[in-house]
Structures are given as C-alpha cells and as structure tokens.
C-alpha cells in the first residue's frame, strides 16, 4: 500500500512538471512578481546587535529593564579612556578640553559629556552650597596644578569616573540622549524633563521615550570615531569602551564578514557547477534561483521588521547552499533524461518523478530543523528560524517553479560530457563503501558506538558561554581598549539596582538610605572569580558631599544626615544650587532611586551567580521597607546566557519532535523512521564531543551547530532511504539495493555535502570574529561526518535490519 500511494505521490510530482512546462510563461510571471514586491521592502532592513535585543520584549528582564530606561534614559555610556605621560600638566589639560569641547560640538544625539574640564565639586560659603565645575577656574601656576593634583587624588568620587586610582588614566564620559518617538513642543523628551514640578505618571505621559535605534547609534560612533583620529597620538593616546560602541564595532565587522564569506563561497560554488555541468546554463540558472531567494527572504525580513543580527550572518549562505543543492537534484536527473533521448517536457516530468518527493521531504525537514530556532528564548536566534524556514521554503518553490519555467523557456541541449556519472572514481568510491558497511555491518556499527564514547566524554568537557568580546581577535583594538578599561578603571558594564519605596519622599528616610549603604558596601565586597565591583554612583553620594559641604568642608561630616527634614533640605539645596546631576539618580518625587554599578567584562556564566548572591542579600536587606530590582546590561547578558542553555534544549527537543514523524512518513515505516535518525544524529554527537575536547565553548553562535546538522544530515538520509527504499522494493536484496542507491543519488549527494561544506567552510575562513570561525569550521566538520554516515552507517543499519527482515520472511515461509 505505501509503495503504492509513493508511487501515486511521485506520478503526482511529474504532472506538476508537466503542468510548469505547459504554463511556463505564467509561472514565471508568477514568480517575478513575488519577487519583486518582496524586494521593495529590501530598504526597511536594519541591523541590531544591541543587548537587549536577545530577550523579548515580554520577558520579565526586558520589562524591568525598560521600566528603568523610561524612567532614569540611557544606561549606556562611552567610557573614553586618554593616556597621557602626565595627566596634571597645562599642555595635558588645555588638549583634553579642546578634546572634551570636540566632543560637545562634533558628536550628535549627545545628552552630557563629562570629564575633569567639568566634574561636579561642591564646597560650602556660611549657609550657601557652591557647585560648580573642577575647573572652573583654570590653574595658573605649578602651585595650583599640584593643588588640583591633590584634590583630584583625594576625591573617592573622581576615582575610577574620571581619573584611574594610580593617576595614569583620566576619562571622559559621553552620554547619549533619548530619541523620542513624538514630541509635541521642540521635538526633544529628555528622560527627565518636568523633574521638579511634574508626578512620575505626568513626566511619562507626554510620550514614551524610544531610545537611539542602531542606525543613530552608528552615527554617534562614527562621529565618535572622527574626533579619536584627530586627538589620538603617543603623547594622547585613546581607548574606548561602552555598551554600543562595541555592538556598532561588532555590527561593522559582521558586515564586511558576511560580504567576504558570501561572494568566496559564490565563486567556488558556482565554479564547481561548471565543472559538473559543463554548461552556462548550470550556473546562471542555480545563480537566479539563489539571488531571487535571497531578495524574496530578506524583503519578507524588511516588511515583516525583522533585524539583522549577528545571529543571521550565516543565512546568506546557508539559503544559497540550499537553493544550489534543489537545483542539483533537478537539473541531474534532468539533464540525464536529455541524455537518454527524451524530449525536454519528459525530461522535466522524469526530474520531478525521480526529485520532487525527496526535494520537497528534504526541505521540510530542514525548515524543521531551523524553524525549531522559533522555539528558541533568544529573539535573534528565534528570528534565526523564522528566516531561516521560510527562506528553505522559498527556495524549495522557487527551485522547483522559477527555474523549471527557464529550463523550458529557453534552449537545453543533451550534455555531450557530465561529470555525474555512475560509472566515474567517485561512484566507484561511494559502491566501494557501501559493500563494505553492507559486508560487515557489526564491525562499523561497533566502531560508531566507540566514536560515540569517545566523543560523549568530550561532551562532559563542554561549556556554556557568552563573552562576546573575545570574539574579536586578540590584537583588536576594540578588545584592546576594553581590557585596558576594565584593568585600570574598573569596567564599562553597568548594573542598576533600583529601590522604590512606594511613597512620595521615602527617600528621605534616614533608614532606607542607611539600607542602600549597606546595599552599595556589600555589592562592592562581592565578588566572583575576577567579578567584582569598579565604580558604583548613587545620589548618596550628592547628599554626603552636600552634607560635608555644609558643614565646613570637614571630611568628618562625609555622611548621610540622621534627620528626615534635613535631608529634605540638603537635597532641596542642591536642586537649587543649578545642578541637575540628581535628575538622573533620583525620580522627581523621591520615591524611587538607582545605584548604579560598573564591573569589568566577563563570561556571562559568572554572571548569574554574582547577581543571585546580590538580589538575595537586597531582598532581605529592604524587606518591608522597598522593593528592589537588579536591572542593567550585565543583568540582561545574565539572563541571555541562561536563555540561551534552555533555547539549545528546546530547539533540539524540537527539531527531533518536528523531523522524526516526517522520516516515518517519508519512509512508511515506524521502525526504519527512528533508526533513521542514528546517522543524522552521529555528526551532532561527534562535532560537540571534539568542541568539548578542544575546549570550544557553546555560545551564540556554536549553539545554532547541532539544529542546523539536524536539519541539514537528514536531506542526505532522506534520499538515500528513499531511493534505497525504491530499489529494494525492485531488487529484494539489501546489498544491490545499496550500491545502485549510492551510483546514483550517492553521487548527486556527494556533490550536494560539497557544495554545503565549501558554504560552511567560507564562513570559517573569511570571518574575522572568533566564534563565527568557529561556527562555520565546526559546522562543515558536522556536514562531512554526516555524509560519511549516510554511505556508511545507513547502509550497516539496512544490512542488519533488512537482512533479520528477510530471514524472518523465509522461516516464516518454511514454517
């Protein structure tokens, strides 16, 4: 019966070729305005590598994060770090102000720029608070540059903000403003506009405050970028750090990465269909298949608002690698019906019939695999799989509809040479192994047992990680600024701590803000490994320098006031005094506060730990008394390493749930559909074990490896048992059945794992970042191991349960 409805499903494929070669002219149409109106949306593409952008907007860190963000703005600052010989020198000072000027003038979207031209100092007059600039007055002698020297020096505030505690490094601080999504007045929102005379629900009313889109950060950066080149020099020498100048660093270097590895892997993938056909035709129909597929996926991304993201630089490729193979498993059996005589209508019926099943099984079962990316708690890798599948299917449809209308539009002649045979070295070869595996098929399913062992103890050596800056190679300079940022001041990643009270002025509680000292004592005590705390900011600190201020300056009254109404009055003097540095510390009714944390660049799995031990010790600490939220981009790059364990754990869990019924029902039999997936999930187990050997850790990008074999492995898997299947319905005998399967479609598959490995292997050899190279070495290591498995495991495990199969069939016959 299921031989019988295969051969129906087959004879079905054939009349739809026939069907494309009758209405070739308006399946082309058809499909060129697909394309076309797919493609109009190309220029509403954009990119986005940001670090909230790998979590959903619904999930609980997002929303935490968000509520901080519409209340205090941008956590994101450049961190810009200068080396002089000395830093308290005139020549020194006057450049670092033309320098800090530059800045103010040359950068857009810049809310603040900080550094000692205009560091907040406070100092009392009898009953007046005095804030003004550091130096507001500029120094005039030798005298005055030391005395500055030793008021910098001594300043635990300046430490490690503006100045690194052995005195070799100053900094300066650029913070972005917000980019507001309507504005009713002069088009600008500040994040605080309305502090002293608005409620927080009256501030947030007027719009909701959308922060710089990556397009804006990018400018910021290249202008950013401009100034450096003007000032850096061995006697200014700048290093620059910060969450989105590394993203926009990133987002560049992912571009020119994707641009090298896609025109490599093109040249010698369209040279290899030269080879193999011979003809004109075998590249420039493959080359519009995979330029329409690529236009069609990416505009669906552009109406459809999807970013480009690290996690989608390898889907140029890996769609072009798909569409060349479709084309292959047409084209092959297609030019051989030409061959044989046939006309060119019979010819595409035949290369339907003999293709159109196993293509349209192969492409779902990698959409599946890919599409299991869905299911994935990191939005860029779940956007990974919805491009992804939807462009495996669009590449199946326009393999099988745009290029069947060409090949009957325009001229095919028979091929007078073709280097697919199935009497060539390479068919040889494949028989060769096949009666091997089928000729002792114990001994080669030994030998993958003890391959297995021997990679599953490799596997318990692997990691989980997330670091991105290691991507970059060690010399880089941004991988170089950032390491020199976090050994001599203390880091560039932020966590927030919020602490709401509920209550208009529970700030000025002496109790709660003798908790958030304690808060702030023990978060800088922590640490974890080489974890720890560099700088941290409260407005604390504005009342303890208030508080001293105003008390003659004496060091001894450094401290919080035990006196409600005189910390309302301290506070409300500094409010007067013209400084609006509380807008960004403190909400406009003293209800709710930031204490903001900056620690040095980790792997994200410390992480975790440190801020578990940190929300514990705050929960109890303000138990009853406020509600704490630990926020920020280390707390998100927390949270994206532990999405990321559960999104390797879901998309396998569902790639296997997806491919495994579509295998049973493609080889109409329970049994044969699981043993089926031993083959496919060999190369899975293989690639992590010598990832865990190697000491190569699963991260962003190696955690795609093991959906994306699963989807790939079993296209291979699926032509062989369906062919198999075929030719031993014909022949009876395992061993025959096996060697006409590899002469034929083992050929065309040996050609397909090629032209996937060379995909692959195009993206290791020409990325620039780490663990793209990693990623494409790996994973082309993946696709070998998995065609050496189908020539050689599938046809052990066909011997040995075809072989039981047909000796139960005699006894029964006996009996």
């Known amino acids: 019966m299921y031989q019988k409805l295969r051969g129906q499903i087959e004879e079905g494929f054939a009349q739809v070729g026939a069907g494309i070669y009758r209405f070739r002219w308006v399946v082309l149409i058809f499909c060129m305005a697909f394309i076309l109106t797919l493609g109009s949306f190309l220029t509403n593409i954009t990119t986005d590598n940001s670090n909230d952008s790998y979590l959903a907007d619904d999930a609980p860190a997002s929303i935490v994060y968000e509520t901080f963000r519409q209340q205090f703005g941008q956590d994101e600052m450049l961190l810009i770090a200068i080396e002089p010989p000395n830093v308290f020198t005139f020549e020194f000072l006057e450049q670092l102000k033309s320098f800090h000027e530059a800045l103010e003038n040359e950068i857009p979207y810049v809310a603040e720029v900080t550094s000692l031209i205009n560091a907040r100092q406070m100092h009392g007059e009898g009953d007046l608070l005095i804030v003004e600039d550091l130096l507001e007055e500029w120094p005039q002698n030798e005298e005055e540059l030391n005395a500055l020297k030793q008021k910098v020096m001594t300043n635990r505030l300046y430490l490690n903000q503006y100045i690194s505690s052995d ?39 007027g719009a909701k405050k959308i922060f710089f889109p990556p397009e804006k950060k990018q400018e910021i950066v290249d202008a950013l970028d401009k100034v450096v080149r003007q000032f850096n020099s061995e006697q200014f020498k700048i290093d620059v750090a910060g969450g989105f100048y590394f993203t926009c660093r990133i987002t560049a270097m992912m571009k020119k990465d994707v641009a090298a590895y896609l025109m490599v892997c093109s040249a010698l993938i369209f040279g290899l269909l030269l080879v193999l056909f011979r003809r004109l035709a075998g590249i420039l129909l493959p080359a519009l298949v995979v330029v329409s597929t690529l236009v069609a996926t990416f ?52 290369a339907f019939r003999f293709s159109g099943l196993a293509i349209l099984m192969a492409n779902l079962t990698t959409a599946a695999g890919m599409g299991s990316f869905m299911a994935a708690e990191l939005q860029p890798v779940r956007y990974l799989g919805l491009v992804s599948s939807m462009g495996v299917m669009m590449a199946y449809v326009l393999s099988l509809l745009l290029m069947t209308a ?49 990679s599953v103890l490799g596997i318990s050596h692997l990691g989980f990680s997330h670091q991105p800056i290691s991507w970059f190679p060690k010399d880089h300079e941004v991988r170089l ?12 990643r932020s966590i927030e701590i919020l602490v709401d009270t509920g209550r208009e002025n529970g700030l000025h509680d002496p109790d709660v803000l003798a908790k958030m000292e304690r808060a702030i004592d023990y978060a800088t005590s922590l640490q974890e490994e080489n974890l720890k705390v560099g700088k941290e900011v409260s407005f604390l600190d504005i009342l303890q320098e208030t508080n001293q201020a105003l008390h003659q300056n004496d060091e001894n009254y450094y401290s919080i006031p035990d006196n409600e109404a005189l910390i309302a009055q301290e506070l409300l003097l500094f409010e007067n005094s013209g400084s609006d540095d509380l807008e960004t510390l403190v909400d406009s009714q003293f209800s709710m506060a930031r204490i903001s944390l900056r620690i040095p660049r980790a792997d994200r799995s410390l992480y975790q730990p440190f801020l578990e031990k940190l ?39 569902v790639a296997f749930l997806v491919i495994v019924p579509l295998m049973i029902l493609l080889i109409g039999s329970l049994r044969m559909g699981f043993i089926s997936m031993i083959p496919n999930f060999f190369p ?49 005998t395992v061993s025959e059945s096996v060697t006409r399967t590899l002469r034929t479609t083992g050929v065309a598959l040996l050609f397909t794992s090629v032209v996937l490995g060379i995909g692959f292997l195009s993206i290791g050899a020409n990325a620039t970042m780490t663990n793209s190279i990693h990623f494409g070495y790996i994973t082309a290591l993946g696709i070998a191991l998995a065609f050496i498995a189908d020539i050689i495991v599938s046809p052990a495990l066909m011997a040995v349960v075809y072989r039981k199969k047909h000796t139960s069939n005699i006894h029964a016959l006996e009996g």
Request: charged share 15%; proline share 5%; aromatic share 8%.
């Open 299 to 350: 505009g669906a991304m552009g109406l459809f608002g999807i970013p480009f993201s690290i996690s989608l630089q390898m889907a140029p490729v890996f769609l072009l690698c798909i569409c060349v193979c479709n084309c292959v498993h047409i084209l092959v059996p297609f030019y051989q019906s030409l061959a044989e005589g046939h006309s060119k209508a019979e010819a595409i019926s035949d």
């Open 481 to 492: 600024s950032s390491e020199l940022i976090d050994r001599h001041l203390g880091g560039s």
């Open 615 to 653: 929300n514990s010790e705050l929960s109890t600490l303000f138990a009853q008394v406020a509600e704490v939220n630990i926020t920020g981009i280390a707390p998100l790059l927390g949270q994206i390493f532990f999405a990321m364990v559960q999104s390797m754990a879901k998309s396998y869990l």
């Open 684 to 732: 899975i187990i293989v690639v992590l074990g010598v990832m865990g050997w190697l000491g190569i850790p699963l991260d962003t990008g190696t955690i795609l490896i093991g959906s994306i074999l699963i989807g790939l492995a079993v296209d291979d898997t699926i032509h062989i048992f369906h062919h198999f299947k075929r030719h031993y319905d014909h022949s009876g």
């Open 406 to 454: 060409l090949l009957a539009i325009f001229p095919s002649k028979p091929p007078g040479s073709f280097s697919l045979n199935t009497t060539g070295v390479m068919s040889r070869c494949l028989v060769a192994a096949g009666e091997l595996a089928t000729g002792k098929p114990w001994w080669i399913l030994i030998g993958v047992l003890l391959i297995c062992v021997w």
């Open 167 to 205: 005195g070799r490094y100053t900094t300066v601080l650029v913070r972005p403003d917000i980019y507001p999504e309507q504005d009713e007045t002069d088009g600008t929102l500040h994040a605080l506009d309305g502090f002293d005379d608005q409620t927080d629900s009256e501030s947030l009313s």
